[in-house]
């Protein structure tokens, strides 16, 4: 029998620790190259090659430990049925954030299996119901945003419509064009505005009728 734990965070940015820190907490003798890192997006499950790698290297007696059950798959089927095919093969599992699936403690034979069964499929449910509700709430959020004038950008929903140019700028840029009194460099720090923002308020003065 050995243990392997897989541990995924969902970008290159994250740090696993927090999750390698809780499997060493409860499997104290686990070896440090049974703990298997993946950082991949769960949207990718199928390109995941260190979990992959782990499941065909598991055999009938092993234990897989996994912080929660999300790690086995991206919806509800996919979770079901990865869940079904290891215990199948006689691979238990332990799931960290959820005491009651630990198939090790299953004292119950046939109806303890059916009972974390019917547990994984209904977390699988709801995990995958608010998923699509967060969806739609971000979906209806933009919505909302873009019926009030804005734009979708990088940030947020974006930057607000401009209505018309700031006086300040107005101010500045109308006397460098007319007496090259200020230069561009001096009216960003005037206004205090990045060069992209420069630019494009240049380019609406420049459009408009005076």
């Known amino acids: 029998m050995t243990e392997y734990a897989y541990i995924r965070v969902s970008s290159r940015t994250q740090n696993e620790t927090r999750q390698r820190i809780e499997v060493q907490k409860k499997y104290p003798v686990i070896l440090p190259d049974n703990i298997i890192v993946e950082k991949a997006s769960g949207k990718n499950f199928i390109d995941r090659k260190n979990y992959i790698e782990l499941r065909n290297k598991l055999l009938a007696g092993d234990l897989l430990i996994i912080p929660s059950l999300d790690r086995l798959g991206r919806n509800m089927k996919e979770t079901a049925s990865e869940w079904e095919y290891l215990v199948n093969k006689g691979i238990d599992i332990d799931v960290l954030d959820m005491e009651l699936l630990n198939t090790r403690n299953n004292t119950a034979g046939l109806t303890g299996e059916l009972i974390n069964r019917l547990i994984v499929t209904i977390l699988s449910y709801v995990g995958e119901k608010e998923r699509l509700s967060i969806k739609e709430r971000q979906k209806q959020g933009i ?8 734009k979708k950008g990088k940030k947020a929903y974006g930057r607000p419509k401009l209505d018309k140019l700031p006086a300040d700028f107005i101010k500045y840029y109308s006397a460098y064009e007319s007496e090259s009194k200020y230069t561009p460099s001096e009216i960003m720090k005037l ?20």
């Open 191 to 210: 206004c205090n505005i990045p060069k992209t923002t420069y630019y494009r308020y240049a380019n609406r003065y420049k459009s408009e009728d005076k």
């Open 143 to 150: 919505e909302n945003a873009l019926a009030n004038g804005t």
